[in-house]
């Protein structure tokens, strides 16, 4: 999934503010309006995504606010043409896995040096890395 930049796009109101009326109409004119909850209490806070994953405590979202990332991303594809992501078929992520897993194994046999084999393991990863980055972007 394409996740926006974290929580700025999602505007969010309380039970309160629609109680004292804060929540006007001109804030829901023409706008998608997805009504759920943040609440520990509800037990749907157990989502993570690329923004909650690597922060200290942990941090999950609230599945209204998935929703909401999902929404936006229908949206925009409609819109304006932003792509979506697309992932290789099944067979052919087995057959890129599997070659590489033979360049490794062709390595590791072939090279008896150790600084030449250190050498080429990280030559070959550089290349690696450099094709799956080309391939994604």
């Not at 084999?117 to 550089?126: D, E, K, N, P, R």
Request: one cysteine or more.
């Amino acid at each position: 999934m394409n996740w926006r930049a974290a929580n700025p796009y999602i505007r969010t109101f309380t039970v309160q503010d629609v109680l004292n009326n804060k929540l006007t109409s001109d804030l829901v004119k023409n706008r998608i309006v997805l009504i759920g909850t943040t609440a520990d209490s509800f037990n749907d806070l157990r989502w993570s995504t690329p923004y909650t994953k690597g922060k200290w405590p942990h941090s999950q979202i609230a599945g209204v606010v998935v929703q909401a990332h999902m929404v936006s991303q229908i949206l925009s594809a409609v819109l304006n043409n932003r792509p979506l992501l697309n992932v290789l078929p099944k067979w052919s992520e087995y057959i890129w896995i599997w070659s590489w897993a033979l360049v490794g194994a062709t390595i590791a046999l072939t090279i008896q040096s150790t600084r030449r084999l250190i050498l080429t393991a990280v030559i070959s990863c550089g290349v690696l890395y450099g094709v799956c980055l080309y391939i994604f972007i």
